[in-house]
């Protein structure tokens, strides 16, 4: 394990940044059995699209339950990183339906109720959601509040272990 790794070459703290939901309760049982062997370690994992999740919910236009691949968030942030990559000029609304009410999915793998969508429709075009009311600017606004929660939480964490700071990063 990587982290085994990290905390046997002495880091106190590890904290990973999950880019892929499937990967979450992978992170989980890892991050748990590592804590298992190494229970002072300070174990932290997030998904990057959590760090920011309230944030999006006021700035996003095309709907606040739908995400997934190519949604307008992913495809705003891909806007704002990596522009060269993105044909906004080909993008078509994608399909996905959600069974049960937002409030129990919303964020996703975070709410009440643990749920794989149903993939009807995906498949054909590759979407779960419209990304064509994505934007560069949103893009920078939400990777903006992600970069400034994970700085905050990684300040918390040191912290904890006694350092100071005088600034914010």
Known sequence: FLRASLVTQGFNNV???NG???NTPLITVAL???TLEFPEAGLFASNWWYLAADLWKQIS???KGCQGHACEK????????????VQMEAATGGHHEEALPEEYLTP????QVFYHSRWGGVRDSGLMCDPRASKKETGEEYLKGI???LCDIIMKIAQSE???FEERC
Not at 74 to 85: F, R, W
Not at 108 to 111: I, S
């Open 15 to 17: 904290f990973v940044l």
């Open 162 to 164: 006694g350092m100071k």
């Open 32 to 34: 748990r059995r590592v």
């Open 74 to 85: 992913e495809t705003a942030v891909a806007l704002c990183i990596e522009p060269e990559n």
């Open 61 to 63: 236009k095309g709907g």
């Open 20 to 22: 892929h939901v499937e």
């Open 108 to 111: 996703m793998f975070a709410g």
């Open 147 to 149: 970069i400034n929660n």
